[in-house]
């Protein structure tokens, strides 16, 4: 556990429009890593805040006929409501207009002039009101658009304030190569070393052309640089600059010693990891250790926007499916620094998928069921009992999840912690349905039960900690349902899982409502008419809903078969990395038998690999006899999230298709080893 003080930011948003979901991931994304933070028992600060002034602002308080104070405050509500609903628990909500921040923004013009740094001129040239930027002609885009926003710009000729940026080339690239991670991904900060090579020209920090911003110190006539004014914002929620001793939320989180992490998009990269560090440089503050600038959120593979009517603001999808949910959607989505897609269908797939079928029915069949019906409700005592292997693949399994994500949490790669996460609620969900303990129980089989029961249950208390940055709420909820109390983190106390064994046994568990209540066809329509996603608008919706419902299934559905009919193909082209995420894998089916009680399972077991056959449920025992498949090489899709059926959990799926006339599992043509990546 690191004692070492944690500081770590969003940027602080245009107030001209209200929070989308574009916003949220990245205010989600700082909350989950100040929450693991705070879990680690360390000292953790997390601001976020608004960005009231400059000429966007202004112009869009004159839109709506208001003074721009009036319309700030008017739109300061929203975004702190959105952060509420979302369960973002900032420390601080920092507001450019406020007096704290207007003086430290002030002070920090002062030390800049004091080092010489600042000299008056004329600036003429183009500015982008949309990006708050000034570009040289060579950068527009044809037609005068800001290459960024591919807004037009505005020719701008006034009396100017420049700061002397061009002066800090040399110290930039020589802090660039002292600190190799400053700034994250590498391609970005390799992007960002090779634009300050290109040399610095100095950059104008006031203008005298409009009024809605902070006066310069020594010329009231002049206001501050939108950008100086905002970047100052990280210090000044924390009472800096100012002299060591008199602030002690800045000596604490921005001193030498605290690790201050600046989470960006990668829009607003180059404000942070070059003019930034060189104002700090210029008034002889410390950096930031590290600016991670995340990539862009796409809708159904098209920038947000208002004209194009698909702009998600997030309160309406967590009415919907519940704050937690939303914030694992968003992580689980997007590589953190790439750039990803929202989509209906998708967040409805993961919620059916990996939360209902996957961690919820985990928590449901072992505390509602075996544990209630067979145990009294009451964590058993396993003490006396040796683990079997079976047991030990679990605990396993849950050490290496728990290290793999803090490590990703740590190298901020919340995607990639999800990963872990789910990695090992796949094992827990599989032991499960190994040892069967519904057999056991019937069997009587008790000291067997007990054990698999207590397994099940620490695996969901070291679950119910894992998830507690992403899902405050979830996790909650579960250690209501196994007996224990919410996590409080606090300074000094490292409550990440370590131990196995800890669940005390006689805790009384407490079965309570579904974690992840599963919606029917009928609910997700209801659901997808709220949220105005349903309708003329987007016709092939229902198709694609059902498709996703049955994502998870192990066989081809009606609908997804109906879609490869004459030219229901879907439309739009998809990235190859895209295709990519699918995994899938050349199989060789070890054994296949019919499911009891269903007229169209098969279970079969397939080598891909992997130490152990795979499980996987299949649609087609009407087409196909065991016999037939034993044996055969088949295109499994291994990294499909596990689904439960009958009783039994399907942990993939067989490439099938179907016409009119017949049904055909996909064979390999010629033998291969098993395990192969098809693509
Ligand atoms: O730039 N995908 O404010 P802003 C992912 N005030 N992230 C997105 C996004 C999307 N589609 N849209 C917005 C400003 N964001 C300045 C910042 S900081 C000192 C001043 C997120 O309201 C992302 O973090 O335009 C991006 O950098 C930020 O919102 C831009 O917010």
Same mark, same amino acid.
């Given at each position: ?37 705070? #879990? ?18 202004? *112009? ?57 740094? @600042? ?31 591919? =807004? ?35 391609? *970005? ?79 607003? #990269?180059?404000?942070?990891? @070059? ?128 290290? =793999? ?33 519904? $057999? ?50 606090? $300074? ?32 997700? *329509?209801?659901?997808?008419? =709220? ?41 739009? $082209? ?22 009891? =009680? ?5 279970? #079969? ?31 499994? @899709? ?42």
């Amino acid at each position: 556990m690191s004692d070492q003080a944690y500081y770590i930011t969003t940027p602080i948003y245009y107030v001209n429009d209200r929070p989308h979901i574009g916003h949220a991931y990245t205010t989600v994304a700082t909350d989950v890593l100040a929450r693991f933070a705070r #879990l680690r028992g360390r000292p953790a600060r997390m601001l976020t805040g608004l960005d009231e002034h400059g000429l966007k602002v202004e *112009r869009a308080a004159q839109k709506k006929g208001l003074e721009p104070q009036a319309f700030v405050d008017s739109m300061a509500a929203p975004f702190q409501d959105a952060w509420t609903h979302l369960r973002c628990a900032p420390d601080d909500f920092i507001r450019t207009t406020e007096a704290r921040h207007r003086e430290k923004a002030q002070a920090l013009w002062r030390r800049l002039e004091e080092a010489g740094d @600042v000299y008056l001129g004329e600036y003429e040239g183009w500015y982008s009101v949309s990006s708050e930027q000034f570009f040289t002609e060579k950068e527009l885009l044809p037609g005068n658009l800001d290459p960024i926003s591919k =807004k037009p710009v505005e020719k701008v000729r006034e009396q100017s304030y420049f700061f002397r940026l061009s002066q800090y080339t040399d110290r930039l690239l020589a802090w660039y190569d002292a600190h190799p991670g400053f700034v994250q991904p590498q391609g *970005r900060f390799n992007e960002v070393k090779s634009f300050v090579a290109g040399g610095l020209r100095d950059l104008s920090i006031s203008r005298t052309s409009f009024r809605w911003g902070i006066p310069v110190p020594s010329a009231n006539d002049h206001v501050m640089y939108v950008w100086l004014d905002a970047l100052t914002n990280y210090m000044s929620a924390l009472g800096g600059p100012t002299e060591p001793g008199s602030a002690p939320l800045f000596d604490q989180f921005w001193g030498e010693n605290a690790e201050i992490t600046h989470i960006v998009g990668k829009d607003i #990269l180059r404000f942070h990891a @070059v003019y930034w560090p060189a104002f700090l440089m210029s008034a002889g503050l410390p950096l930031p250790t590290r600016i991670w600038a995340h990539g862009w959120l796409t809708v159904d593979g098209e920038k947000m926007s208002k004209s194009l009517g698909n702009f998600i603001p997030p309160e309406p999808l967590v009415d919907a499916f519940g704050a937690d949910v939303l914030r694992y959607y968003l992580m689980r989505e997007l590589a953190f620094g790439q750039d990803g897609d929202f989509s209906h269908d998708n967040l409805f797939a993961r919620y059916q998928g990996e939360l209902a079928n996957g961690l919820g029915n985990l928590l449901r069949r072992m505390v509602a069921s075996i544990v209630a019906n067979n145990l009294g409700g009451t964590v058993p005592d396993v003490t006396s009992l040796p683990n079997t292997e079976e047991e030990n693949v679990v605990i396993e399994a849950a050490q290496a999840a728990a290290k =793999k994500t803090a490590e990703r949490l740590t190298a901020v790669a919340p995607q990639k912690a999800l990963d872990a996460i789910w990695e090992f609620v796949a094992v827990a969900n599989r032991y499960v349905d190994r040892t069967a303990p519904w $057999a056991l129980a019937k069997e009587g089989n008790t000291e067997r039960l007990a054990q698999v029961a207590y397994t099940v249950l620490e695996s969901l208390r070291w679950l119910s900690i894992m998830v507690w940055p992403f899902m405050p709420d979830k996790s909650d909820m579960m250690r209501a349902q196994l007996g224990l109390p919410a996590l409080s983190p606090a $300074a000094g106390a490292d409550l990440w899982p370590a131990e196995w064994g800890q669940l005390p046994a006689g805790t009384q568990t407490a079965p309570g409502d579904a974690l992840f209540p599963r919606f029917d066809k009928k609910q997700q *329509r209801d659901i997808r008419v =709220k949220l105005g996603i349903d309708g003329d608008k987007r016709k092939d919706d229902r198709a694609r809903e059902n498709a996703s419902a049955d994502k998870s299934a192990a066989t081809p559905s009606k609908s997804t078969a109906k879609k490869a009919d004459g030219n229901a193909i879907e439309s739009g $082209a998809i990235e190859f990395e895209d295709f990519l995420k699918v995994d899938l894998r050349v199989g060789t089916i070890q054994s296949a038998e019919p499911v009891k =009680k269903s007229n169209k399972l098969l279970r #079969l077991l397939i080598d891909i690999g992997e130490p152990e056959p795979r499980q996987v449920l299949a649609g087609i025992s009407k087409h196909y006899a065991p016999e037939q498949l034993a044996g055969t090489q088949v295109v499994v @899709v291994a990294n499909l999230k596990p689904r439960t059926m009958m009783g039994l959990t399907s942990h993939g799926m067989v490439l099938a298709g179907s016409d009119e006339q017949a049904f055909s599992v996909l064979r390999v043509e010629k033998p291969i080893k098993p395990g192969t990546r098809v693509s």
